[in-house]
């Protein structure tokens, strides 16, 4: 269990929005984006002291632009305010097979078999989140071979193709026929030929 986060630094870069309701209150629709960005930017400078302070390493906070992105899916999906926001801060952790136990204080959501909309990726989800005012905090582990593919997915896959591309490479992956990440490239561009 020492591999992981502790509860004590996950509770120093958790961040109440100021936005003054539990997330899963926060309507998308009728809150102004501008109030959320602006929100959002408060966090990401508390959490750069905090980072500075730790000499936290691996982690990494959604770029405006990402955070855009999924705003704009989420809105047209019909998703919440917490479902959009629920990885601004994240980590990466990189183990050589994926563990059987997690700490208490985590909920676990596994993609060990995929996603619902299958696009080749990989690992295991981990979510703390303080309490209701909280924006929740991501632990991602990629572990054993997944981590190369979740590597290479998200260098030239992820977000720039259909999720059926990601499907197929992991399936030639796992099959040994993809094996580099030449190969990878050399496949996906004959993916994109065809």
Same mark, same amino acid.
């Given at each position: 269990?020492?591999?992981? $986060?502790?509860?004590?630094?996950?509770?120093?870069?958790?961040?109440?929005?100021?936005?003054?309701?539990?997330?899963?209150?926060?309507?998308? /629709?009728?809150?102004?984006?501008?109030? $959320?960005?602006?929100?959002?930017?408060?966090?990401?400078?508390?959490?750069?002291?905090?980072?500075?302070?730790?000499?936290?390493? @691996?982690?990494?906070?959604?770029?405006?632009?990402?955070?855009?992105?999924?705003?704009?899916?989420?809105?047209?999906? @019909? @998703?919440?305010?917490?479902?959009?926001?629920?990885?601004?801060?994240?980590?990466?952790?990189?183990?050589?097979?994926?563990?059987?136990?997690?700490?208490?204080?985590?909920?676990?959501?596994?993609?060990?078999?995929?996603?619902?909309?299958?696009?080749?990726?990989?690992? $295991?989800?981990?979510?703390?989140?303080?309490? &209701?005012?909280?924006?929740?905090?991501?632990?991602?582990?990629?572990?054993?071979?997944?981590?190369?593919?979740?590597?290479?997915?998200? /260098?030239?896959?992820?977000?720039?193709?259909?999720?059926?591309?990601?499907?197929?490479?992991? /399936?030639?992956?796992?099959?040994?026929? $993809?094996?580099?990440?030449?190969?990878?490239?050399?496949?996906?561009? &004959?993916?994109?030929? &065809?």
């Amino acid at each position: 269990m020492d591999a992981f $986060i502790s509860k004590e630094i996950l509770d120093m870069l958790s961040y109440r929005s100021s936005l003054g309701k539990s997330l899963k209150q926060i309507s998308l /629709r009728e809150t102004p984006l501008e109030r $959320i960005l602006d929100d959002i930017a408060k966090y990401r400078s508390s959490y750069i002291d905090v980072l500075v302070q730790e000499n936290l390493i @691996g982690s990494r906070f959604k770029s405006e632009d990402s955070i855009l992105r999924k705003y704009e899916k989420t809105l047209r999906t @019909g @998703g919440g305010f917490k479902q959009c926001f629920n990885d601004v801060l994240g980590f990466r952790l990189r183990f050589g097979e994926y563990p059987d136990t997690f700490p208490d204080y985590f909920r676990v959501v596994d993609l060990r078999q995929g996603k619902k909309i299958d696009d080749g990726y990989r690992a $295991i989800h981990l979510y703390y989140q303080r309490d &209701n005012l909280a924006y929740p905090i991501e632990v991602q582990l990629w572990c054993g071979k997944d981590y190369l593919f979740n590597l290479w997915s998200h /260098r030239h896959v992820y977000k720039y193709q259909a999720p059926e591309v990601g499907q197929m490479l992991y /399936r030639e992956y796992s099959g040994g026929l $993809i094996q580099t990440e030449q190969d990878f490239l050399s496949r996906l561009r &004959n993916l994109k030929v &065809n």
